[in-house]
């Protein structure tokens, strides 16, 4: 009976905005996307499933992470350990953190140890836009992208002289600050800009029956700076420099192991320190009309550190070192063949362990080629695409995807592709003590979807199912490697302008679930995936003030108890964001957010704790 309540509420609301979307207006879509073919495509004619954050929609976010930016998009739903920039899970189309690749400007990053990217560690003010590509992609990109790639653009350079500044505090003790400046001068552009946050925030866990349990309030505060220049050397070549440094120092509720001082759980005053330094050099080089190349060399460093101290006298009892080192290369080269193009790429990445605990290998190369071919027509495209990685610990894998679509009329477009992927054990699920397995190997997965997209004038829509079936996938509450999940679903979207207001919408049924033989049971549902998720978001221009509104209907979702002793239900949600930005002068505007309206009270991972209502209030001067 609850079931069939919260899928009716579903029902209701997804019938109820459908009909809000009645009237007629142009609507301003991106006109290009990278990375759906890691070729500058038109988005009318991209195949895969594929969204954009732009700037205008990051400016509104106010105090809000990139987890939080991210959670209001198809697929995409968020698990996080507490508080406002604690430890995040993101699972894309059901797939694990793990499995979801993160690129900067091109270039991988993320922790070898535990798979995932530290979305904490980006700052929404140094990010020009954000592409989500959902569906296998390891033909593309390479081991990893089984749920798919969200590529993270940093600010661009500006032509004219351009800067920026705000600041704003709000609720839980939020403050922010940043500044920005950008210009060109001939053929050299620049681009820079400093940011800082800070909040007391909340206890960050909400179960008083936990082990570590302290009510105290848990805070973070967080530093980055960008930098970026440009050189056009002449009318064929370029070059361009991308740096990022991020450091987000956050308190949790735990206790150390091993334990010199006896600390517990109230006496623990324990500090997550994360930090990210990024560097990519790109040179594109457009050596005949027909052929363009680019050189792109990168590295990156993503600290994960975890600090005990006791609360009464500040004594150090303990610290963890989980620090992961890349490297990266990349030549890519596009042939332009009439309206078609071929793309031939060749890739050399390294990936090193710095930690105090002991790993038996801290380190691995992966050397890949990549060959993909994209047929234009009027009528119709595809794009074939063919990958070998050559990984030092378990040798060679090849991938392929065959991708296409058919314009059923001028509006309506038919889309369907097939591909596989691979993905090698992080370092954590092979060698860490106690829990490791050195006899685990990649799962390989097989991926299908269907959809249909529409797009006329202020209207866009889109629907596609999937089915991804991962061969010995690796459980990561368990580490045991069972012998399939499938990850299934559907997501339906739309996003429509009526005059001087923009809806857009989407809805997502997940049933992500792993099948093994060697365990008491062998259909399992993935967790902290809910199987319904809608969000919905309203915006309403009225001179010089823009009002919004979001909303977010989130079914339940299963979660392992906290005593490892079986499953427990996480009770579905519905969390309602509202917020202004006003026009005050030229160049001065005031944003006024409120999250979680309603105060709902509510988990994304069990027994941590999410924020309730909360206000932040941001000045804001650009020129």
């Not at 998720?533 to 509104?549: C, E, I, K, P, Y």
């Amino acid at each position: 009976m609850k079931n069939c309540t919260s899928r009716a509420r579903f029902a209701t609301m997804s019938l109820a905005l459908g009909a809000a979307l009645s009237a007629h207006a142009q609507l301003q879509l991106p006109s290009q996307v990278v990375t759906a073919t890691r070729v500058a495509t038109p988005v009318t004619d991209v195949i895969a499933d594929v969204s954009v954050i732009d700037r205008a929609t990051l400016e509104l976010a106010g105090q809000s992470s990139l987890r939080d930016v991210l959670a209001q998009q198809a697929g995409i739903q968020i698990a996080s350990s507490g508080s406002y920039r604690s430890n995040t899970g993101l699972f894309l189309r059901g797939a694990v953190s793990s499995q979801t690749l993160v690129l900067i400007d091109g270039v991988r990053v993320g922790s070898a140890t535990s798979g995932g990217a530290s979305l904490e560690n980006l700052p929404l003010e140094r990010i020009e836009r954000v592409e989500i590509l959902r569906g296998a992609a390891s033909a593309l990109y390479g081991p990893d992208a089984v749920g798919g790639v969200i590529q993270i653009f940093t600010r661009k350079v500006s032509q004219e002289l351009e800067s920026g500044a705000s600041v704003g505090m709000g609720t839980d003790g939020q403050q922010q600050a940043h500044a920005h400046v950008s210009a060109s001068s001939g053929a050299i552009g620049y681009s820079l800009g400093i940011s800082r946050e800070k909040a007391s925030g909340i206890s960050a866990i909400a179960n008083p029956a936990s082990s570590n349990y302290n009510p105290d309030d848990d805070g973070f505060s967080a530093t980055s700076a960008d930098l970026r220049l440009s050189a056009q050397v002449n009318r064929e070549h370029s070059l361009r420099l991308s740096m990022l440094h991020s450091d987000t120092d956050y308190q949790f509720d735990s206790t150390p192991f091993p334990n010199p001082l006896g600390l517990n759980r109230l006496t623990s005053d324990a500090r997550g320190k994360t930090g990210l330094g990024h560097a990519t050099l790109q040179w594109d080089a457009q050596w005949l009309a027909q052929w363009h190349s680019t050189l792109t060399a990168g590295v990156s460093n993503e600290q994960s550190l975890g600090d005990y101290f006791r609360t009464t006298d500040g004594a150090y009892g303990g610290s963890t070192q989980f620090n992961t080192n890349r490297r990266q290369t990349t030549w890519q080269n596009d042939i332009t063949l009439g309206k078609d193009v071929l793309s031939l790429m060749l890739e050399d990445r390294n990936e090193a362990v710095d930690s105090n605990t002991a790993y038996t290998v801290t380190s691995r190369d992966v050397r890949s080629a990549l060959a993909s071919y994209a047929v234009n027509r009027a009528a119709w495209n595809a794009l074939v695409v063919a990958r070998n990685d050559d990984n030092s610990q378990f040798g060679n894998f090849s991938n392929w995807a065959l991708s296409g679509g058919y314009g059923v009329t001028d509006a309506l477009r038919a889309v369907a592709s097939v591909g596989t992927s691979f993905q090698a054990p992080s370092f954590n699920q092979l060698y860490y003590p106690g829990f490791g397995n050195p006899a685990l190997q990649p799962q390989r997965n097989r991926a299908t979807e269907l959809g249909l997209k529409y797009h006329l004038d202020n209207v866009t829509l889109g629907a596609v199912a999937y089915n991804n079936d991962i061969q010995g996938f690796i459980v990561p509450t368990t580490n045991v490697q069972s012998s399939l999940a499938v990850l299934r679903g559907i997501t339906f979207s739309a996003d429509m302008q009526a005059g001087d207001t923009r809806y857009a919408l989407s809805y997502d049924y997940a049933d992500p679930r792993s099948y093994s033989t060697s365990l008491a049971s062998n259909d399992l549902r993935l967790v902290r995936v809910a199987r319904n998720l809608l969000n919905a978001r309203v915006t309403q221009r009225l001179g010089d003030v823009s009002v919004f509104g979001e909303l977010r209907l989130s079914g339940d979702r299963e979660d392992n108890n906290l005593s490892f002793s079986g499953r427990d239900i996480l009770p579905g949600y519905t969390l309602l964001n509202m917020g202004a930005s006003w026009k005050l002068q030229k160049n001065v505007s005031l944003l006024a957010r409120v999250n979680n309206l309603t105060d709902a009270q509510y988990q994304l991972a069990n027994g941590f704790s999410m924020p309730g209502r909360n206000l932040f209030v941001s000045m804001n001067w650009a020129q």
